[in-house]
């Protein structure tokens, strides 16, 4: 509470919140929580991807961590805060200064000392241990902060969602053994739940891939949202769910047919699938694409084969080439010319360059595919008769697909990632040598994981899947207050007394503001309807009597009563929080 209790002077009043609640969304928000927040004053965007908090805004944050606080505690994870700062030569022992890409944020100091803004901590927080636990008998050991973050992103967009400075809540794990590690994975696994549950947020745990952070296990905690970047895969029966840069299939067997004699045919100014499937009047099934790609980490030009209807997964591609996906892009008209192709006509047959081939397109029959030449395709073409390449899953998985561990169709949904978990192993440990010695005095890497919570991502989070036409439906538990006391008429002297009356019995045990404002009271209730605060008690006509208006924020019901019910019912409520 920021008040001394029972005293007029510091009541929570609204006149003096620095409330600064908009009419109109501003322009650059696309999504309703971006909207509401700048909206409801609880966050002010200062450049692109970088936010700050108002009293309002901060509160709910402070909340989320609080929760967050709770339960990385009674997992046993102790909190430190480490800086932002860090030097390079702790990213060059990792092998990450030159692989993260242009998102990390790099600077050189006053003494041509090279730095970066972190956007992750693997290289501080083993550095520490390394330096800090030398026996065994400190691990394991699980240590967290709720700090800064800052990360470049090429479109910072949607406000808290993809931010260029935001707050994360990230923990790493330190195990003797494999074994541990495992039990290390699930304590953070189910202290996840436990925190987007008690935010009151309907999410799925998916299993991911571990992108720039490395490793060889990981999930994401996806809040479900339509609005969400990420795709997702799940399967009803069994409970497989993935994210669809991770999710793999189960490949329907197609009979081999016999194979035909390659054909070339004029297909002039078909390039896409959808014109060349028209144009020969064939099933896109019956096709193939031939994607090219500039890999920019291995500077080399390379060619992805899916099907027609397919899509390529290019963190999948990613991975079988060892590249980084901010280092990856599709090759321009230009390098498609220098390899002897044409833009809409390119195909796997005679190319000169590293080409990879989806398992599923290895197992076609006769197939139609772009022939390298201006206004030609090639019919009949067979994986092994008519071109070679390395066989990999390749393909973006999508609904209907068969479930990898059952068989039965798959559906798909969209989501937000409001934290992901890794198993690392000893992707650090080892080139940074955090090692401990074992009972025969060896030393040996320690076994890590790390653990991120997207904190303000998560805020925001709450805001996309708790508001309505009129704004932001706090859960109580994060709201930034949990009552506001509106009298009508604040010159009126019965409601006066009887707001302060309220006032003086709710905030000995909840949090309340009172909103003396001299404003009309319909845009006394649009502003707190807009903020969220879950109850308001309205004191009006009847004040004298000691009859209030009691409004519940989701739903936004009324109903009169004694304002001692009205009281009891908030305490009642928070009770139970
Ligand atoms: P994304 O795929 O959305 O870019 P990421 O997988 O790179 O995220 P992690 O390295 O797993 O992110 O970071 C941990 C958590 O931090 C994420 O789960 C997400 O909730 C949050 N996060 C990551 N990038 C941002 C960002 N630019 N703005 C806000 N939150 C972010
Ligand atoms: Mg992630």
Redesign the pocket.
Known sequence: MFYEKGSAKEIMKASKMLISTLKEAPQEAKIDSHVLLLRAGMVKNQVA?VYQFLPLGLRVLQKVEKIIRQEMDNAGSLEILCSALQPKELWEESGRWNKYGP?LMRFTDRHERDFCLG??HEEIFTDLVRNLVKSSKSLPLNLYQIQT?Y?D?VR?RFG?????????K?AYSFDKDEAGLEASYQLMYDTYTKIFTRLGLHFQPVL?DT???GGNGSH??MALSDIG??EIVYCDSCGYAADVEKATDQLIELPKEKELDLEEVETPNQRTIEEITKFLGIDAKKTAKTLIYHDYANEKLVAAVVRGDREVNEIKLVNVLNSNENYLELATDEEIRSIGSYHGFVGPVGLNIEVYVDLEVAQMSNFVVGANKLNYHLKNVNFGKDFKGIVKDLKKVQANDLCPVCGKPLSQERG?????I?KLQTKYSLPMNCVYTNEEGKNVPMVMGCY???????LQSIVEQYHDEAGICWPLNVAPYHVVIVPINYADEAQKDLAEKLYEELSKSVEVVLDDRNAKPGFKFKDWELIGIPYMIICGKRSAEGIVEFKVRAGLEKSEVEYSKAIQNVIEAVKHI
């Open positions: 991807g998102d956007p992750t973050k990360r992103e910072p808290l969602m993809r931010s260029r400075e935001f707050i994360m990230d991911a992108g720039n952070i994401q905690f970047e990420s937000i990632e409001v934290g992901q890794f991120g919570i997207g904190v303000s991502r998560t």
